[in-house]
């Protein structure tokens, strides 16, 4: 059974600040992994999807890597401001199907 | 893109009552829809697997008598909380994939249930 884990669970940073969020999976078979952003009481919004044959995935401040073998990808938030506030998930696909993560609540303040 | 399309977005009822809650794929045609669950400060779970013209399939601990899942149609699931009890307020999302989007799955906006 996939389970998927996001580390830190909360983090807060000074607006401007580099970050990165972790995410790992212990089933290494997966078709994509993919991150999404969910706003206090919105729904899920895709941010980037990372195909199992890809390395990473970039789309303007926020780049995403994935390494298979070792269950692991990264969410990298350049420069960030505080509408990147929100909760952060990290969920794996397999069959159609996808695990999440716990999340990780992420506070940029000004 | 995909949009997938899940209404109503906010429901409140009363605690002994049913809701049903739908999910259409507006451009696509999904054979296959998933439901999942997600209570306050934890993630989102998956419910059950919808599959067009057949019985859902549901994970482990969910009760498919309390969660009836329809899909009637390649562009509609509907799940139905039947006898609703405090204890189902939740955030449902429904999510949808087609044979050619590449394994990408196109979620609904979420409903936001509460049972008072």
């Known amino acids: 059974k996939q389970e998927v884990t996001q580390i830190p669970a909360a983090l807060s940073v000074p607006e401007g600040e580099n970050l990165v969020l972790n995410c790992s999976f212990t089933?290494?078979?997966?078709?994509?992994l993919q991150w999404f952003r969910q706003d206090p009481g919105k729904g899920l919004t895709s941010l980037l999807l990372?195909?199992?044959?890809?390395r990473e995935q970039t789309s303007g401040r926020l780049n995403a890597s994935l390494d298979k073998s070792s269950g692991r990808s990264t969410l990298y938030i350049a420069a960030s401001q505080p509408g990147d506030s929100a909760t952060y998930l990290c969920?794996?696909?397999?069959?159609?199907?996808?695990?999440f993560g716990q999340g990780t609540i992420l506070t940029v303040h000004p | 893109g995909a949009v997938v399309s899940q209404h109503p977005s906010w429901v409140i009822c009363k605690s002994g009552t049913s809701v049903k809650i739908e999910c259409r794929s507006l451009d696509f045609q999904a054979t296959t829809m998933f439901w999942y669950r997600q209570f306050p400060k934890q993630s989102l779970m998956l419910m059950a697997t919808s599959n067009e013209g057949s019985k859902a399939t549901y994970e482990q601990g969910v009760e498919k008598d309390k969660f009836l899942i329809n899909h009637a149609s390649l562009t509609l699931s509907t799940l139905t909380v039947t006898s609703a009890h405090p204890e189902d307020s939740s955030f449902y999302i429904c999510s949808a994939s087609f044979e050619s989007s590449g394994n990408t799955i196109y979620f609904g906006e979420g409903s936001w249930l509460t049972v008072v």
């Open positions: 990372i195909q199992s044959s890809q």
């Open positions: 969920a794996a696909s397999s069959y159609g199907k996808l695990t």
């Open positions: 089933d290494s078979a997966i078709y994509n």
